[in-house]
């Protein structure tokens, strides 16, 4: 299995971003829970928010760290693959890479936690 997470770039301040994490490389993909992570330079990692999640809803139970709650909605899309993070109001100190942390069941593996790649998110006028 292979996480992959995508959507960085540069961002306005104030402005919105839509990160994703997609599962692949098994037929039988099931993203049971996601958690993002951030690290900005010289700081250490810091969850930003996560979710498990509840049947097929996309939202099933969710946390956020205080300095995303009210700005940010995280995620798991109804084909149970691909984890989201969606940011609003972005400011200048959301600058950092993010990555996803995922639990994933496929038949042949069982239920595994997988890292995602980072994607570097820049929040700068």
């Known amino acids: 299995v292979q996480l992959q997470a995508s959507g960085g770039g540069l961002f306005q301040p104030g402005g919105s971003l839509r990160l994703s994490c997609a599962a692949s490389g098994s037929i039988s993909i099931i993203m049971n829970t996601v958690h993002w992570y951030r690290q900005a330079p010289g700081k250490e990692r810091e969850l930003v928010a996560g979710?498990?999640?509840?049947?097929?809803?996309?939202?099933?139970?969710?946390t956020y760290s205080d300095f995303v709650r009210g700005r940010a909605t995280v995620s798991i899309d109804s084909a149970m693959k691909t984890g989201r993070l969606e940011m609003n109001d972005l400011k200048p100190e959301d600058t950092a890479v993010y990555s996803c942390h995922a639990n994933i069941y496929t038949a042949s593996t069982g239920s595994q936690y997988y890292w995602g790649r980072g994607t570097l998110v820049t929040v700068s006028s």
């Open positions: 979710v498990i999640r509840r049947g097929r809803e996309n939202y099933g139970d969710s």
